[in-house]
């Protein structure tokens, strides 16, 4: 299989996209038009009919932007909550999105030591063990990659790091500096070498990523770094073939001129993490002082949004000279 940071890249260039759309649904915020197809469908149970809920607005959502951009990011945190019908949800969602064409991000956040982080990276990238011997793979390969946490160190990194070999082509995002304000409480903390706790990460994650450069010089080892903290260039300068995942665009408060520090020269080695603003945007766009779209017309709102977004981030990768593969 192509190595993951190959096929990322592709798909940014093909798409002329860096945005990733995060699938981040809040059912509070499902317009009603999909939430009473849900119920009709699930015979009065309502919590079949909010697993089905979820997984319709996402399909909407994933018809209406796959052309538009490379990259899909179900968080797993709005669905499991529901039990084992919402990770159906999660599962069929994923699956969608690889039907797609879209390069698949499980945004999961998993880690753990030894046989544990091991269970983890079989359940979401590879295969499991069934009691004849047999093996079953739980989402039938559509993840191409995950986001896990890089801070228990290599004992919990490896048994993901195995999935980035070209035996299995796929991709792990390790924490390295996040985009939530509390992340300095831990995150920028100054180490007696002089280092934030960040940085000694980022080190780590590009000593990891190493074998596993390919031909575009970017390894599939990768990392999670925050459009909101000025650490972006530092941590660039210490993950030159690190791509970055950038959450924090958008509804965080990330800018599209702030997260120019984490592209290379090219606009190359980065995607950029839009979620609320892109699939609840039928509840801001405006036509002078009236909602642009109606809440039934919430797919062709985020189709609107996500086109907006690449262009507002590509403008700016423009301003200071980093599109050429946008051009």
Same mark, same amino acid.
């Given at each position: 299989? +192509?190595?993951?940071?190959?096929?990322?890249? *592709?798909?940014?260039? @093909?798409?002329?996209?860096?945005?990733?759309?995060?699938?981040?649904?809040?059912?509070?915020?499902?317009? *009603?038009?999909? @939430?009473?197809?849900?119920? *009709?469908?699930?015979?009065?149970?309502?919590?079949?009919?909010?697993?089905?809920?979820?997984?319709?607005? /996402? =399909?909407?959502?994933?018809?209406?932007?796959? $052309?538009?951009?490379?990259?899909?990011?179900?968080?797993?945190?709005?669905?499991?909550?529901?039990?084992?019908?919402?990770?159906?949800?999660?599962?069929?969602?994923?699956?969608?999105?690889?039907?797609?064409?879209?390069?698949?991000?499980?945004?999961?956040?998993?880690?753990?030591?030894?046989? =544990?982080?091991?269970?983890?990276?079989?359940?979401?990238?590879?295969?499991?063990?069934?009691?004849?011997?047999?093996?079953? &793979?739980?989402?039938?390969?559509?993840?191409?990659?995950?986001?896990?946490?890089?801070?228990?160190?290599?004992?919990?990194?490896?048994?993901?790091?195995?999935?980035? &070999?070209?035996?299995?082509?796929?991709?792990?995002?390790?924490?390295?500096?996040?985009?939530? !304000?509390?992340? *300095?409480?831990?995150?920028?903390?100054? =180490?007696?070498?002089?280092?934030?706790?960040?940085?000694?990460? +980022?080190?780590?994650?590009?000593?990891?990523?190493?074998?596993?450069?390919?031909?575009?010089?970017?390894?599939?080892?990768?990392?999670?770094?925050?459009?909101?903290? $000025?650490?972006? #260039?530092?941590?660039?300068?210490?993950?030159? @073939?690190? !791509?970055?995942?950038?959450?924090?665009?958008? +509804?965080?408060?990330?800018?599209?001129?702030?997260?120019?520090? &984490?592209?290379?020269? /090219?606009?190359?080695?980065?995607?950029?993490?839009?979620?609320? /603003?892109?699939?609840?945007?039928?509840?801001?766009?405006?036509?002078?002082?009236?909602?642009?779209?109606?809440?039934?017309?919430? +797919?062709?709102?985020?189709? #609107?949004?996500?086109?907006?977004?690449?262009?507002?981030?590509?403008?700016?990768? @423009?301003?200071?000279?980093?599109? /050429?593969?946008?051009?």
């Amino acid at each position: 299989m +192509a190595n993951f940071a190959e096929r990322l890249f *592709e798909a940014v260039e @093909k798409k002329k996209s860096p945005l990733c759309v995060g699938l981040d649904p809040r059912i509070g915020k499902i317009p *009603e038009c999909i @939430k009473e197809q849900a119920i *009709e469908t699930a015979s009065g149970d309502m919590l079949a009919a909010t697993a089905e809920a979820l997984y319709r607005f /996402n =399909t909407a959502i994933i018809e209406a932007v796959a $052309d538009v951009v490379p990259v899909i990011k179900p968080n797993i945190a709005f669905y499991e909550k529901f039990g084992p019908l919402g990770f159906e949800a999660y599962i069929k969602t994923v699956k969608s999105a690889m039907d797609a064409g879209l390069v698949v991000l499980g945004d999961v956040k998993r880690g753990d030591i030894g046989s =544990t982080s091991g269970s983890y990276a079989n359940e979401f990238l590879g295969k499991v063990g069934l009691i004849d011997g047999s093996k079953f &793979s739980l989402f039938d390969g559509a993840i191409d990659a995950i986001t896990v946490n890089a801070y228990f160190g290599t004992d919990s990194t490896e048994p993901f790091l195995g999935f980035c &070999s070209p035996e299995y082509g796929k991709g792990a995002f390790l924490l390295c500096k996040t985009s939530n !304000p509390s992340s *300095e409480d831990i995150q920028d903390v100054f =180490t007696s070498e002089d280092m934030t706790v960040c940085e000694v990460v +980022a080190e780590l994650i590009d000593a990891w990523g190493e074998k596993y450069v390919g031909s575009n010089g970017y390894s599939s080892v990768a990392a999670v770094v925050g459009a909101t903290s $000025d650490m972006q #260039e530092a941590l660039r300068k210490r993950m030159p @073939k690190t !791509p970055f995942l950038v959450p924090g665009y958008g +509804a965080q408060g990330g800018g599209a001129g702030g997260v120019v520090p &984490s592209f290379d020269e /090219n606009g190359m080695g980065a995607v950029v993490n839009s979620s609320r /603003n892109v699939i609840f945007a039928y509840e801001k766009l405006m036509d002078g002082d009236k909602p642009k779209y109606a809440p039934e017309q919430f +797919a062709d709102a985020a189709r #609107e949004a996500a086109i907006a977004s690449t262009r507002d981030i590509v403008g700016a990768l @423009k301003k200071y000279k980093k599109d /050429n593969i946008f051009r």
